[in-house]
């Protein structure tokens, strides 16, 4: 069937054909009956993140040149009659969860749309869900929206280390796989994500991807599944915030800290700075101490009782002499920081595979010289794993158990609980830890369910959380 349509351009008139009865917008049948027709398709949905898989597209009036679409992309089709087609669906199409359209087109036109179902399932809470032992943490290393080609994926993707891969997949750039990561945490006993956070990093960011992508999905997302959320500043360059940026960073920091789910301590919300001594390489102690009162003050004009400032730490530990050293702990009270914590440290004198006893034993070295010399509260972090191998950062390498993990975690909560003048809130309140971190792929800090492990060191988390 054909519509004709007279369109008029001053004394000018054009005739504008349509050969799809469909071409007016609302329809979905094509061509009379010339056209190709959809009447079934199989299977009809797949799992999110599912492999790829063959799919079988039955109607009518199909042809030799007749193609599959997904969501108006063509797919690899195979012509079995007129009134069969089959596709190669990729992996990659299962991404994206929700209703997608299938179609076939040719040289006789367009058929009608079949949705095809991919479901965001997503991981029930557990027992864990509801522990009270700790106010648990995790740091969220954004680094995983961008292409597989972006550096971070560097030696991950094949060989050794690909059983790194999380079970929602290695990019976390759809709303279904950050809400998978807020699932699953919450199921395994975790209260919240500290996300980094990075100043103009779609001008600074060469990687090409977006490093603040999950924590803006997570803010678009309805359902967070009782999880919250704070930031941590990366201060390092090229993401140092110059002081002309100031104000409007303030600006987007209290956008965060106004969402009913942002972290507080002690009734303010909660600022991690990565590093006080990149900070203080940036600017004076009196600089620091000027945009922290601008943010506390900038948090009072919003109803905020202010902002919970915590500093992070520079460490390095040579296991083989107990050295630490640790940066000047002065600055924190100087620079205007209310607590202290660190991400991770890094270890000097080893080389190759260690026990994982050695990197909690670094941890709780530091932990010790924090209760001899701290001059405020301390957050003790667990570290979960380092292997840098895939990336070459270090020359050394831990081996990790899911109940080296948990009993670590376990003994950062016990070391609350013999230090609590340390404690940023006091009893009866949950003792403040994180873990570091929940999806450091690329240096084996890693929380979230993987090819490799499963849930084992979240399970693992969750039963130590639950045991009285």
Known sequence: MQVQWRIHFGEITLFVTCLFAGCGGGGTSLSGNSGPSITSISPTSTEWNGPAFTLTVNGSAFASDSTVQWNGNARQTTFVSANQLTAQIPATDTLASGPQTITVTGTSGMSNGVDFTVPCVLASPGSASNQTKTRLGAYYFDGWSGSLSNFHFNGLLNGAY???????????????????????????????????????????????????????????????HGMQFAIQYVDAPPFVVPSAAWTSTITEWLGYMKDPAYV???????????????????FASAAIANFFNQLR?????????????????????????????????????ADGYDAYTIYNY??????????????????????????LTSPLPYIPVSVDGQDARPTNEWPYWFSRAPQDVSGFVSAAINWTQTNPSLRPEPP??????????????????ILVPTVGDGTSYGDALGAMLTTP
Request: glycine content about 10%; charged content about 10%.
């Open 428 to 445: 009866p309140t949950p003792p403040l830890v994180l873990i570091e971190a929940w999806n450091e792929l690329g240096e084996d800090g």
């Open 264 to 282: 507080r301590v002690n009734g303010k919300p909660l600022l991690i700075v990565y590093s006080m001594g990149l900070l203080e390489q940036s």
């Open 297 to 333: 003050a900038a948090a009072q004009t919003q109803g905020l009782p202010g902002v919970y400032i915590v500093g992070g730490l520079d460490v390095s530990y040579d296991p083989l002499t107990q050295a630490l050293n640790i940066n000047d702990l002065s600055m924190t009270a």
């Open 346 to 371: 890094s270890t000097t004198g080893v080389s190759g595979l260690q026990p994982f006893s050695m990197l909690q034993g670094g941890m709780q070295a530091i932990w010790t010289q924090v209760a």
């Open 162 to 224: 690909q059983s790194r891969e999380p079970l929602s997949g290695w990019q976390d750039n759809t709303p279904c796989a950050v809400e998978q990561q807020l699932a699953w945490a919450n199921q395994f006993g975790v209260n919240f994500f500290v996300f980094d956070w990075y100043y103009n990093v779609a001008q600074n960011e060469y990687e090409g991807d977006n490093l603040n992508n999950a924590l803006q999905t997570t803010l678009s997302l309805s359902n967070r």
